[in-house]
């Protein structure tokens, strides 16, 4: 009886993980049954192809999923070309679930989903019109950024996931490196003022001691917080990021200003995008990708003026009415801001009446964008 009891209970266990498998087998590599599971698989793809955006989300480790922390994003040409792939098979998915099925609730969501994966397709023809290395927000100043502000230091492990990520700086600048390369070759090269820019900003990043850098310095200071750990083992975690940042990250980031000193030369003040191949109609994909609009760039451009024109003729009229008249509207502002009749006073009753102006600024808003 026992051996009965035994045997369909190991069948049960059986069937379960059968299904369970082709469950995952279906939800990892085609296209789930369910049209939400497709939604959840496109964004899980997304996370997990990219640790330091799943490590800035925080997601995942309170299921004590925390190894991506202990990685970098890869910056490979490769990668990005996977990623391309990626985009156009999830598209064709998602076109395969019949909208008349879907609730409402569903139909926007595969709306917007939908415009977002086909932008992503359209994009592959200008992957490499952008910099990855810019004044603003490029690679080499969003990796101090990334380990100083996200990189979670709570603990032991995160210290050594921590070193982890400093280890792996190196490759993660080849892989850049190789993709700028690319740029190069198809003739696509930053303005010669973001290269000054870049060169100068990483110049002075590794022209400081290794105990001076943000690296460091952030470090020790979020580690002290870090209560189990002790003296000791701080001290031997600070050495050993200060000695990653002399052997790791400086040599990286010298790569990178030996490359972008070895094009300087190459580069010129026609700024704009203008320049690039098929530069215009680059941009014309841009603003479509950055507004949804689908007016042309000349449209947007002419839509401007007029407005600027309309809110210039209001803001005129408001400023003759009191006692600006004839004045330019720059000047007219600055001394708009300086006086009294237009200031709540500093104090509490001035900052009374200036909550509830707001107040009734934004209740009006929040009427008028319900109508």
Known sequence: M?????????????VVVIAAAVFLINLIWFRPWSLNLFYDKVFAEVL?????????????????????????DDESPAHQQREFDRWKRDLTQLRQYPLDRQTRSQTLSTHVLDWFLQMQVEGEK???????????????????SFMANTHRLLNQEDCEYYLMRLDGLPKKVDQLLDNLKVREEKQILPPRFVVEEVLKEMTDFVGQPASENILATSFKTRAA??????????????????TAINAKAYPAYQELIDYFREILPKTTTDDGVWRLPDGDAYYAYCLRENT?????????HELGLREAARIEGEMRALLNANGFAGQP???SMDKLGKDPRFLFP???????????????????ATERSSK
Do not use: C
């Not at 026992?2 to 069948?11: C, D, E, I, Q, S």
């Not at 949804?292 to 947007?300: I, K, L, Y």
């Not at 500093?346 to 009006?364: C, F, M, P, S, V």
């Open 2 to 14: 026992l051996k009965r009891v035994f045997k369909w209970l190991g069948a049960i266990i059986a």
């Open 48 to 72: 997990f192809d990219h640790p330091e955006l799943l490590s800035m989300l925080g997601l995942v480790e309170q299921f004590g999923i925390t190894s991506h922390n202990g990685k970098l």
């Open 126 to 144: 200008w992957q490499w019109h952008n910099y990855p290395v810019n004044q603003l927000f490029g690679v080499q100043n969003q990796f101090p």
């Open 225 to 242: 917080k870090i209560d189990k750990l002790t003296e000791a083992q701080r001290a031997d975690f600070q050495t050993r990021v200060e």
């Open 292 to 300: 949804t609009t689908a007016f042309r760039p000349n449209e947007v």
């Open 329 to 331: 509207i720059g000047e």
């Open 346 to 364: 500093n104090n509490d009753k001035g900052r009374t009446d200036a909550l509830a102006e707001y107040t009734q600024l934004i209740t009006h």
